[in-house]
Nanobody, 118 residues
């Protein structure tokens, strides 16, 4: 069992930056594939970024070059640095964890709201 708690969401102006954090507990963090997804009202949850236990990263095309995922195994935390934010990045962002790379990970956090607006 893995528990995930996101933080760092909020309101930011277009072009601004935010860093999301996700603290994990309940299983060996270093073994997990960690990810970030996002969801807007009426739409399915979509993949944003993923980092494997070996540090390999994957990004959605819509955020490539603007977002960076990283992990600190000692702190059992995964981060999402979001730069050059756009209005279309507005969503609830969810942290995910799984032992494997799967289209729908096994564990999810409760989500944190990111709003990009002037």
């Amino acid at each position: 069992q893995v528990q995930l708690v996101e933080s760092g969401g909020g309101l930011v102006q277009p072009g601004g930056s935010l860093r999301l954090s996700c603290a994990a507990s309940g299983s060996p963090f270093s073994r997990n594939v960690m990810g970030w997804y996002r969801q807007t009202p009426g739409n399915p949850r979509e993949f944003v970024a993923r980092i494997t236990r070996g540090g390999t990263t994957t990004y959605a095309d819509s955020v490539k070059g603007r977002f960076t995922i990283s992990r600190d195994n000692a702190k059992k935390t995964v981060y999402l640095q979001m730069n050059s934010l756009k209005a279309e990045d507005t969503a609830v962002y969810y942290c995910s964890a799984d032992l494997f790379v799967r289209q729908w990970p096994e564990y999810w956090g409760q989500g944190t709201q990111v709003t990009v607006s002037s």
